[in-house]
């Protein structure tokens, strides 16, 4: 079955990086585009980045362009965000979402359990 | 960017009523809407694509309708796993943006 599991949140000072990971299984990894939505305390969903089937287009939200990266590797199944010059309004779970066409509509149609990234001094 | 609005913002139903939930969009976005299910503590589940058309496994008790600006989700006969948070997200353009939720809760 489809999982994604994200690794790499932890507490980081304001200005700081880190690097989230999504480890995907139980699907051809390398034919979804995969995106990432993030979601602060107590707040809505809010979506972050795209990054197409191949690496070669990505999208983001006006909030993280410029600092923040997605990028990644079909020979291990991951995708990853790079996050740079954090701030402390980056404090949010972190979800990585499967993107899915095949009905000829968009579906994030699987989701990971997230992992919690808190920017704080 | 698309901004996408939903009310209300929250409401209190009983088992067994059918509650509306309406998203809408600041420009026409065709049928490029989707509704996601979230529980507390839980990552978001996909219900909805295309405006109206049920993901595998959603029980018919789901329905979507609506185009261009304005969307429903009707949920018929609720149940109590359905109270939760719903979010409208739209796929018509970049940056994706969702509706800010609506939550259900028991009355």
């Known amino acids: 079955q489809v999982q994604l599991v994200e690794s790499g949140g932890g507490v980081v000072q304001p200005g700081r990086s880190l690097r989230l990971s999504c480890a995907a299984s139980?699907?051809?990894?390398?034919?979804?585009?995969m995106h990432w939505v993030r979601q602060a305390p107590g707040k809505g969903l809010e979506w972050v980045a795209v990054?197409?089937?191949?690496?070669?287009?990505?999208n983001y939200a006006d909030s993280v362009k410029g600092r923040f990266t997605i990028s990644r590797d079909n020979s291990k199944n991951r995708v990853y965000l790079e996050m740079d010059s954090l701030r402390p309004e980056d404090t949010a779970v972190y979800y990585c979402?499967?993107?899915?066409?095949?009905?000829?509509?968009?579906?994030?149609?699987?989701w990971g359990q997230g992992t919690l990234v808190s920017v704080s001094s | 960017a698309i901004l996408m609005t939903q009310s209300p913002s929250s409401l209190s139903a009983s088992v067994g009523d059918t509650v509306t939930i309406t998203c809408r969009a600041s420009?026409?976005?065709?049928?490029?809407l989707g509704w996601y299910q979230q529980k507390p503590g839980k990552a978001p589940k996909f219900l909805i694509y295309?405006?109206?058309n049920l993901q595998d496994g959603v029980p018919s008790r789901f329905s979507g309708s609506g185009s261009g600006t304005d969307f429903t989700l009707t949920i018929s006969s609720l149940q109590p796993e359905d109270f939760a948070t719903y979010y409208c997200?739209?796929?018509?353009?970049?940056?994706?943006?969702f509706g800010p939720g609506t939550k259900v809760d028991i009355k």
């Open positions: 139980g699907f051809m990894f390398s034919t979804y585009g």
């Open positions: 990054l197409s089937y191949d690496g070669t287009n990505q």
């Open positions: 979402a499967r993107e899915d066409y095949s009905s000829g509509n968009f579906a994030a149609d699987h």
């Open positions: 997200l739209q796929d018509y353009n970049f940056p994706l943006t």
């Open positions: 295309g405006e109206s």
């Open positions: 420009q026409g976005i065709r049928n490029n």
